[in-house]
């Protein structure tokens, strides 16, 4: 039994090390990355759930990677939060999302609200402000026209920095939307605090719609809540007629998800809406 004792701890070590090495390893080649600006931005439509319209476009980082290919945020975020590089790569994706929107509005598309994601550690940041100021300066982009997405669990952890950057945001005139809402455990009675604009329904509410009661109650209640707070609500994740129609029955003002489009690079969201078509 010792022996295997040992043998199980330097199992758990290597594997340990393993995971290490793996880390850093990502860490090397993402810091590479951004200087040699191989990270991309796709945009997924965001519709008005009554009209159709399609009103914005939510900013998904993607990593073109010469030999990988295209890599997905899951593989790269954590290991960007944990570093300290989400800074960089943050405000790389900000810019880069409000230039492309203010040339889409010089190109004569429909204007449309762009939404770019805030990690943790870029609310922790004292200069996120000056750096927002900065991007919509440069891209000439109406500070209404972007919206700042900061998940609940984010909300949660930094609720002290948050309040004041939140504050600072309101300033810029940005809308601000709480990302993986429900997710957190937090009230919306303690949201109220916050000045936010919307919340984003989880996906994982969305799934199981309209079969499941649980799903479709809570659901309910977080757009009748949010609604009497005066905060817009949008679903995400939706994948099917049926989970469309259940969230629009429910009163929900906007949507976003596969059953539309996924995340596409920038040409390509225009072909389809220039297509016969449309989106
Ligand atoms: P998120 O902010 O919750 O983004 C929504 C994710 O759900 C996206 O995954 C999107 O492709 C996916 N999605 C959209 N509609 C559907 C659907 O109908 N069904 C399913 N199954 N999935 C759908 P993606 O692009 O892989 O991004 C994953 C996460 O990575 C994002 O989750 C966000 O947390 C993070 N992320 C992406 N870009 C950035 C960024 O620029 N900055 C930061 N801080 N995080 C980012
Ligand atoms: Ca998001
Ligand atoms: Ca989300
Ligand atoms: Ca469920």
New binding site residues.
Partial sequence: AKAEGRNTYRYYNQSLTAAASERLETETRLRRALELDHLEV?Y?PQLDITTGALTGV????RWRDPEQGLI???RF?PVAEETGL?DR??QQ?LERACLQVAAWDRDGLPALDVA????AHQIGDPRLCAKIRHALERSGLAPRRLVL?ITESTLMTQAEGALGTLAGLKGLGVQVAI??FGTGYSSLAYLKRFAIDWLKVD?CFVQDLPEDRNDAELTQTIVYMAHNLGLRVLA????TQAQLDFLTHLGCDGW????CS??LPPQELVARLESREGL
């Avoid at 770019?116 to 990690?119: E, F, G, K, W």
């Fill in positions: 796709f997924q939510e900013a998904l980082v997905p945020p899951d975020i989400i790569l943050g994706v770019v994601n805030l990690s997405e990302d993986d996906r995400e994740g939706v994948e976003q998800g596969f059953l996924p995340p």
